[in-house]
């Protein structure tokens, strides 16, 4: 989901996995203003990797390095952690992963889904 988009019925917390709050918003409307409920900047791509990516034009050969950097990154134990444990919370609560991205096809909000998705979780869209 894009953070700052209308919710969507029945999707539950929505989680802001990017690096940085969304500018000229006071943190108390970040949750009004439909950008996020919980803000996990340990699941977004590092600088180093966005700036990266963002230095030519997307090509399928382009977003595969960066998605392999990505996996590379959530492979580290904080990451990792927090990865598992939305899997398992998956079952029992409904949540939301965010960026600010607006083709979901080619942000990192699309290999979190599989990198949760391997971890069980339960995914409904």
């Given at each position: 989901?894009r953070l700052g988009t209308p919710r ?118």
């Amino acid at each position: 989901m894009r953070l700052g988009t209308p919710r969507a019925r029945g999707e539950g917390l929505r989680l802001g996995t990017v690096r940085r709050p969304p500018r000229g918003v006071r943190k108390q409307d970040f949750a009004k203003r439909d950008y996020y409920d919980q803000w996990l900047p340990v699941l977004a791509p590092s600088q180093r990797v966005v700036s990266k990516a963002m230095s030519k034009p997307w090509t399928d050969q382009r977003w595969a390095k960066f998605a392999n950097e990505y996996r590379r990154e959530m492979g580290a134990p904080q990451p990792r952690q927090v990865i598992e444990l939305l899997a398992r919370l998956s079952h029992h609560v409904s949540f939301s992963v965010g960026c600010y991205c607006a083709r979901e096809e080619r942000c990192h909000r699309a290999v979190l889904r599989e990198l949760l998705a391997g971890q069980g979780a339960k995914i409904t869209r």
